[in-house]
């Protein structure tokens, strides 16, 4: 049991960064296919930026690219959170109460794990931890 513990408190941060990394690069191909257009997706094309879904695509890119260096992770991630709250409750959740039948279990899971990381922080593999170290 003692090395049980001892793995994870070894690698239970290591693995926060993680998460972070694989979360960040696979939201971030939802705010490219928004704006440009990448992953080619026939059904989607670029929107335009001055939409309420240009917006997402900003945020998804862009926040999802600070994520993904770990810089600013706690305000970025409980910003993304918001996002993907509203377009849950926008997009989602008037098509049915369960969110595998109305569609809406990707937006409701980046939901929760940007809203842990707004409370976690990005790990030790993070430009956050970098910059706190250096000060």
């Given at each position: 049991?003692?090395?049980?513990?001892?793995?994870?408190?070894?690698?239970?941060?290591?693995?926060?960064?993680?998460?972070?990394?694989?979360?960040?690069?696979?939201?971030?191909?939802?705010?490219?296919?928004?704006?440009?257009?990448?992953?080619?997706?026939?059904?989607?094309?670029?929107?335009?930026?001055?939409?309420?879904?240009?917006?997402?695509?900003?945020?998804?890119?862009?926040?999802?690219?600070?994520?993904?260096l770990g810089l600013f992770t706690r305000p970025v991630a409980f910003?993304?959170?918001?996002?993907?709250?509203?377009?849950?409750?926008?997009?989602?959740?008037?098509?049915?109460?369960?969110?595998?039948?109305n569609r809406g279990e990707l937006a409701a899971l980046y939901c929760?794990?940007?809203?842990?990381?707004?409370?976690?922080?990005?790990?030790?593999?993070?430009?956050?931890?970098?910059w706190r170290r250096r000060s």
């Amino acid at each position: 049991m003692a090395d049980f513990d001892l793995f994870c408190s070894k690698w239970s941060p290591r693995l926060l960064s993680l998460m972070r990394i694989v979360t960040a690069l696979l939201f971030m191909q939802h705010g490219a296919q928004k704006l440009f257009g990448v992953p080619a997706d026939p059904a989607k094309v670029p929107v335009d930026l001055l939409s309420l879904m240009g917006l997402a695509g900003v945020l998804e890119f862009f926040g999802g690219l600070l994520i993904l260096l770990g810089l600013f992770t706690r305000p970025v991630a409980f910003l993304l959170a918001g996002e993907m709250a509203t377009a849950y409750f926008m997009a989602h959740a008037p098509k049915g109460f369960w969110p595998l039948l109305n569609r809406g279990e990707l937006a409701a899971l980046y939901c929760f794990v940007f809203l842990y990381l707004a409370a976690a922080g990005g790990g030790p593999w993070s430009g956050d931890h970098h910059w706190r170290r250096r000060s």
